[in-house]
């Protein structure tokens, strides 16, 4: 029976220091979980003010990833430190310390009572009846004990408080705020929504594509609260330059609804790709890109010219669109692009030809003929845009260089003179041509008839040449007779189509046709007047010769 009571006793005294320990637990977690609600709405609430006053405003899309990552990391650092660094599993040697603090009158009778395991009561050298003395004095003692006391929930009284207010506050503010909440956690789901304002832009201008140098106006519509003007903010598409500020105007035509407004910029003669966004009131739109497209710009050029076929030359290649090309040339253009293009018109003087644009759209070929100097120009349809837009380039020429009519100069005979019938002609020319010989004939005319023309040599395609060629003339010319006059010259042609206009006839020479006493006599007195130059010209180099020489002496004499 006493066995009975005294494990009674002690299932008691272990049962209230665990209610005890219980208690203590449930204040842990009561303190715990207001500690993290109020950093959970505090962190809330700090994550929207980041948002709508940075984020939102920069244009962004949510909060992104840092922002939530650390939030995560403050609530679980409160977590640990004010929650769960404090739950201990059940020792009630703690609890009797505590009981004991709370109550000295015990005098450690409980914590000696905890400490006592009842298998040592079975051993020999143990006082039983101490033991049990010791046991019995403590039931009583603690009989009218509520150990629950150590824990006071008073304590948490403030916390308390600023948990309720925390959450009083947040659920007035999430009354009022609703939309703004709700775009809030939205955004921080991920969607792509902005905050509600005051004024909202309903309309923006968007996907605008305007001609280089043409003009475009931005337009934006808004409801709700209308302001009388708004910003229209500029900066060049890409770049990181501060945003240019320009007015937006309110239209002054009265709308169909008073709720709503239109707003309006121009921009002048526009150059380059811009981006902008329009702010009114408190609302701003998204970034906007206005395209400006250019003409069509030409990387590279080639340009196969193709020379006459009588001019035997292989085609040659050039990279220049201004050029000086041979005669009748055959012209073949390569243009490669630095954007699309969807056809090119070329401009001449006399006629007007449609380019062939490739498969890629950067690559136009055309081919022109240049029987004369001529001008041209281009004519774009860009193919970037979808709207075609035209553009007119500069001019550029073509200048022919003119195939030169042959040049002929008739060595021998060097002079005009006497022969007879039996005399040997010796002809000698020199022909010269820029692109290349046909052919000679002697061209010759007895006493003013009718021009005869033999053949007498043939240059394939030379570009300089001697005609070099013998008549006997009785035989050539029958009708030969002592006191006719032979006129006669050399005349060549190139390879030119125009065979007549391109013919070069030599300075012609003519021989009285005398008896061969006449002739001897003729002959002695050119040969007398060729010795009489040779003699003169002899003593004239003779004498400057002496000169120099008396220079050369009066040099040395002089100091």
């Known amino acids: 029976m006493a066995d009975e009571n005294n494990n009674n006793a002690q299932n008691n005294i272990e049962s209230k220091l665990r209610q005890a320990f219980e208690r203590h637990r449930r204040l842990i977690h009561i303190r715990g979980a207001s500690c993290l609600l109020i950093w959970l709405i505090a962190l809330t609430i700090l994550s929207f003010i980041i948002d709508w006053g940075i ?17 995560v990391a403050i609530l679980l650092w409160v977590l640990w430190k004010d929650w769960l660094k404090h739950l201990q599993r059940f020792n009630p040697l703690l609890v009797a310390l505590e009981v004991e603090e709370r109550h000295p009158e015990l005098s450690s009778l409980l914590v000696s009572y905890t400490e006592l395991d009842p298998t040592i009561l079975n051993q020999p050298n143990i006082s039983h009846e101490l033991l049990e003395a010791l046991r019995s004095e403590a039931v009583v003692r603690t009989q009218p004990l509520d150990f629950r006391e150590i824990v006071d929930f008073k304590q948490l009284k403030t916390l308390l408080m600023v948990c309720a207010g ?11 705020w ?15 929504v902005s905050y509600p304002t005051e004024t909202e832009i309903i309309e923006v201008s968007q996907g605008l594509v305007v001609k280089a140098g043409d003009d475009a106006i931005i337009q934006a519509k808004a409801q709700k609260v209308l302001p009388e003007s708004g910003l229209l ?7 990181e330059v501060e945003w240019k500020s320009l007015p937006l105007v309110k239209s002054s035509a009265t709308a169909v609804d008073a709720t709503q407004a239109d707003y309006s910029r121009k921009l002048e003669e526009l150059v380059r790709d811009i981006e902008y966004r329009v702010v009114l009131g408190d609302d701003e ?18 340009v196969k010219i193709s020379y006459p076929e009588y001019m035997k030359l292989d085609p040659i290649t050039q990279d220049q669109l201004n050029l000086e090309v041979p005669e009748s040339a055959t012209l073949n253009w390569e243009l490669r692009c630095d954007s699309k293009v969807a056809s090119l018109k070329v401009k001449s003087d006399k006629e007007v030809v449609e380019a062939v644009v ?8 055309f081919e022109m003929k240049a029987p004369t100097s001529f001008k041209y120009s281009f004519q774009w349809v860009e193919g970037e845009s979808g709207k075609n837009f035209k553009f007119d380039d500069v001019q550029h020429s073509i200048k022919v260089r003119k195939d030169r009519i042959p040049e002929v100069a008739l060595v021998r005979p060097a002079s005009d003179g006497m022969a007879t019938v039996e005399k040997t002609l010796r002809f000698v020319a020199q022909a010269d041509d820029d692109y290349g010989l046909n052919e000679a004939w002697v061209v010759y005319s007895v006493d003013g008839s009718n021009e005869q023309r033999v053949p007498a040599h043939s240059f394939k395609g030379a570009k300089g040449d001697k005609v070099n060629l013998s008549w006997k003339l009785k035989d050539k010319i029958k009708e030969l007779k002592p006191g006719m006059t032979l006129s006669f010259a050399i005349e060549v042609s190139d390879g030119h189509p125009d065979k007549i206009n391109h013919l070069r006839r030599s300075m012609t020479r003519q021989l009285r046709i005398v008896e061969p006493e006449q002739y001897l006599t003729w002959f002695r007195e050119e040969l007398s007047q060729q ?20 220079l050369k002496e009066q040099e040395k004499e002089t100091p």
């Open 55 to 71: 984020f939102a405003r920069a244009g962004m899309s949510g909060l992104g990833i840092v922002l939530p990552m650390i939030n």
């Open 166 to 176: 925390v959450v009083l506050i947040s659920g007035a503010l999430s009354i009022s």
């Open 178 to 192: 609703r939309d703004y909440l709700g775009a809030f956690f939205k955004r921080l789901g991920g969607a792509e």
């Open 233 to 239: 903010l500029v900066r060049p598409l890409g770049s």
């Open 285 to 302: 739109s998204e970034t906007q890109a206005l395209r400006v497209i250019r003409s069509p710009r030409v990387t590279k050029t080639i």
């Open 358 to 365: 490739d498969e890629t759209g950067k690559i136009v070929r």
């Open 531 to 550: 010795r009489d130059e040779i003699r003169r010209a002899h003593e004239s180099e003779k004498d400057s010769q002496d000169r120099v020489i008396q």
